[in-house]
């Protein structure tokens, strides 16, 4: 890890990463780095159950996660502002929860080489989303 954010979570953890954000968050960006970056090997498996206190975060419109999300909690559908919900390079996702319906001005959900994400009949066939896979 060479930025701040990478520092954290290596000493305290993910969970307590998130806590300490602010309320107030507008947009979200969490990137796995690149092994081939880094040098290492062993963290191309960083998988995480994203927390549910994501949502706390009722000003946030865009949430990129990419690369390092396994799940995502149903509070993920008290995100009313969220319009963009990026989620590429997720091998381990497996689903969307049935709460994302419930996003309004949701417009966009990006799960590109994301291969294993079932997305819930209610959410596909929603009128002005934009699904890409």
Do not use: C, M, T, W
């Amino acid at each position: 890890p060479r930025d701040s954010a990478s520092k954290f979570i290596a000493l305290y953890g993910f969970d307590e990463f998130f806590d300490n954000l602010p309320d107030n968050l507008e947009r979200l960006d969490f990137v796995k780095s690149n092994s081939r970056y880094s040098g290492d090997n062993d963290n191309n498996d960083l998988s995480v159950e994203l927390p549910k206190s994501i949502g706390r975060f009722k000003n946030l419109n865009a949430l990129h996660l990419e690369g390092i999300v396994s799940k995502l909690p149903k509070e993920i559908g008290e995100l009313n502002d969220l319009v963009f919900l990026s989620l590429p390079n997720n091998p381990n996702l497996s689903n969307l929860p049935d709460e994302v319906k419930n996003l309004n001005n949701l417009q966009v959900i990006n799960l590109k080489n994301s291969p294993n994400v079932k997305i819930p009949e209610d959410i596909e066939k929603k009128k002005g989303l934009h699904i890409f896979k």
